[in-house]
């Protein structure tokens, strides 16, 4: 089974640019029999920085890291200091997302740094009230980490029903459906004319338009990678390298 089987959602990160940095360290050397002031062993933690809010039991948030200079990483603590929740690239971007629904009522606490452990940088971070889409978005996302494919090319369908005009739902539903193709037939799924007719239509349509949502969005390069795969599961050959 080859990686097309995987559909386009995990080949995201080839397009998305990773920062690197590198530090500087320097030494001096103390005179000869120089006596000892002050003397550490410490463990060097990236810069990290803390948040409250105070939230309802039930109520559903969404709560959204991003910056242009590093990986965000974000956890979501409970009122006694437990991590609920906590996210680094979500969905394929650097970006951090967390959306869940609180358990109980009082005050809670975000922890925003970097997963690389970057010393920091401009960034934003946002507290709001997760809508529908965002939550039948998210449940999709988690289902397809579970492997569960069926269900979640019904929550991405229910999202596309939400929001028409969000690419990366169409995106996730035709890899969903895919996936679930692939899981089904194991190793004996070896090209796209194993699909059914119906259902290889229903993938092609689902990354078409996809590709055409995101090259509206100005992201033409990721469009045309999508564009590349739903041809190959219309026509079965494989893209030129």
């Known amino acids: 089974m080859g990686d097309w089987a995987y559909g386009v959602s995990n080949r995201r990160a080839l397009l998305v640019l990773g920062l690197m940095v590198a530090g500087l360290w320097g030494s001096a050397a103390l005179p000869a029999m120089a006596q000892t002031i002050l003397e550490e062993q410490v463990e060097f933690q990236p810069r990290q920085d803390t948040y409250t809010f105070t939230a309802e039991a039930g ?11 590093f990986d965000t990483f974000v956890q979501l603590l409970t009122p006694a200091g437990e991590v609920l929740e906590q996210n680094d690239d979500y969905n394929g ?6 959306v869940a629904t609180i358990p109980e009522s009082g005050e809670y606490t975000l922890r925003a740094g970097s997963f690389y452990g970057q010393i920091g940088g401009n960034y934003q971070i946002s507290v709001k009230p997760a809508t529908d889409y965002e939550q ?18 019904e929550a991405y369908a229910a999202a596309v029903s939400l929001v028409p005009d969000d690419p990366n739902a169409y995106l996730g539903r035709a890899d969903a459906l895919l996936r679930q193709q692939a ?5 004996s799924f070896t090209g796209p004319e194993d699909l059914s007719p119906a259902l290889r239509s229903t993938i092609v349509e689902n990354y078409e338009r996809a ?21 190959f599961i219309r026509s079965g050959q494989a893209p030129q390298e």
């Open 183 to 187: 899981l089904h037939l194991g190793e």
């Open 136 to 153: 039948v978005y998210d449940r999709a996302l988690e289902l397809m980490q579970s492997e569960d494919y069926g269900d979640a090319a």
């Open 93 to 98: 971007t650097p970006n951090a997302t967390i």
């Open 211 to 231: 590709a055409q949502l995101f090259a509206a969005r100005g992201q033409g390069d990721f469009a045309a990678l999508i564009l590349e795969q739903a041809e």
């Open 59 to 69: 109520q559903s948030v969404i709560i959204e890291m991003t910056s242009e200079e």
